[in-house]
């Protein structure tokens, strides 16, 4: 067989890749129409791609690559550690350094109780292990039949089984029979979309007191947990009105409801602290962490753990686990990725430069035509396109169709901008820096500008 490598024309690259690999969330026959596009190597916050373009990647990946692309310190780490122990597991009464370090640090930096980490390989499984440790936590307090956990419609925790059915995406549940039983979904706080004539704080209010009427209608003694993303990332960046989380927070508190926040995107400076949940001030039970963890140099995730339940699951056996829980390569890297994240102060990065110089240009591009509204918290943010702002409309087509105009623009214009809908988000690497932050607005608006051109061209407006 001929070896593939960075340098066999992109074409064939295409070809091979359309013949064996299939993508997630994609159709791979338009992929294979259209040639995917080819990432070879990337530094800082660029990408560069087979035919040597060089693209800004404002979604650090998929919102994981927190520390830039190209540290060589994750690469001598992780080197070191496969010669020295390149995997041993975490069953049958065993350990070794790699994880227990890296439970420490997560215990020394997460917030209140949360003192106990159970790893997997990313966000997904560990959304899995969230699901299944709630249970049996209740089950074993001798309450089995609180199961039920209550999640929100467009929210994401992951793709497989039992994270798939705590997200509330349509669009997943319509394939492979989920969600699984006693998983409900309450409405998301999404004002521009959703909030009509409320006021955003009124609106925040109704949204979460939902999760009240939710429980009672099930009984409070059947509710397991709430689960959560502070901010909703893959949702479109969703970020909640003030009176939400003070809200669902006094709910769960009252009627003993745990509270897991997905902490998948926002942990690790994403929101300018280690946690969305310090940010946004939630007191969670159990949080879900992963990308940042790594910057997404290596898979990992894990679930942080409060006092309250690991005193009761570490006493019973609790029967779940994963080949790679505290997989000691990824274990070793998390820990040099969380080192270079507190020596060189990238979060202070993000609170005093990166994230309030972003927010002045991301804000200002409310006054573009096609820009409804433009929200930022710290390194993740959101535009809404629209036809109308004042009504805050909806394009005349299917919904999607003009953000995808302007991904595609902004693909063309060397910048990776997602779009949910007619969303645009953006979620870069936290150490971008200003000059980059310039470069990335010039091409957005760029693309915006031709992104309305083509929008109206063909009618949409
Ligand atoms: N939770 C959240 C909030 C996420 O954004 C994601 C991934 N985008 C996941 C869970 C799933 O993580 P993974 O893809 O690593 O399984």
């Known amino acids: 067989m001929t070896s593939i490598t960075n340098h066999m024309p992109t074409a064939e690259l295409q070809k091979l890749d359309a013949a064996h690999h299939m993508h997630p969330f994609s159709t791979n026959t338009e992929i294979a129409e259209k040639g995917a596009r080819v990432i070879t190597k990337a530094k800082g916050v660029f990408l560069t791609d087979s035919e040597g373009v060089e693209i800004l990647d404002a979604m650090a990946g998929l919102w994981c690559v927190n520390i830039g692309y190209g540290r060589e310190e994750l690469a001598e780490v992780a080197a070191r550690q496969m010669r020295e122990l390149p995997f041993y597991n975490t069953f049958f009464q065993t350990s070794h350094v790699p994880a227990i370090a890296l439970a420490a640090k997560l215990a020394e930096l997460a917030p209140g109780d ?5 790893f997997g390989s990313g966000g997904s499984d560990a959304n899995d ?12 307090k001798g309450q089995p039949d609180r199961n039920i956990v209550i999640a929100r419609k467009n929210g994401y925790h992951g793709s497989s089984m039992g994270s798939g059915s705590l997200g509330g995406m349509s669009a997943i549940h319509s394939q492979g029979g989920l969600p699984i039983p006693d998983i409900h979904h309450i409405n998301q706080p999404h004002w521009y979309a959703e909030g009509g004539d409320m006021s955003p704080e009124d609106f925040g209010l109704a949204r979460a007191q939902e999760l009240e009427a939710e429980i009672l209608k099930h009984g409070e003694h059947r509710v397991a947990a709430f689960i959560g993303e ?8 969703i970020i909640p009105p003030e009176t939400y989380w003070p809200e669902i927070q006094r709910i769960c508190d009252k009627y003993g409801i745990l509270l897991i926040a997905d902490e998948v995107i926002c942990g690790f400076g994403r929101t300018g602290n280690w946690f969305g949940s310090q940010t946004l001030d939630i007191r969670p039970d159990i949080m879900t962490v992963a990308k940042g963890l790594s910057s997404g140099y290596q898979p990992i995730g894990a679930s942080i753990v409060s006092d309250k339940i690991a005193s009761v699951v570490d006493n019973n056996e609790f029967n779940h686990g994963y080949t790679y829980s505290g997989h000691p390569v990824a274990a070793a890297v998390a820990l040099e990725n969380l080192r270079i994240l507190e020596e060189e102060n990238i979060l202070g990065h993000v609170r005093e430069t990166a994230a309030p110089y972003l927010a002045e240009k991301w804000q200002a591009l409310t006054d573009h035509p096609l820009v409804g509204e433009a929200r930022i918290c710290g390194m993740m943010g959101s535009i809404a396109l629209t036809p109308h702002k004042e009504t805050r409309a909806k394009f005349a087509a299917d919904e999607g169709t003009v953000g995808l105009i302007c991904r595609t623009r902004c693909f063309a214009n060397g910048l990776v901008m997602r779009h949910v809908g007619d969303r645009m988000i953006i979620s870069p690497p936290l150490v971008i ?5 310039d470069t990335l607005i010039t091409r957005a608006r760029l693309s915006l500008d031709e992104a309305l051109a083509e929008a109206t061209d063909k009618g949409l407006m």
């Open 129 to 140: 292990t969230n699901l299944r440790m709630v249970r049996a936590y209740w089950a074993m």
């Open 114 to 118: 949360l003192n106990h980490v159970f």
């Open 433 to 437: 820096s200003n000059g980059e932050i």
């Open 230 to 237: 502070p901010i909703q990332g893959a949702g479109g960046v």
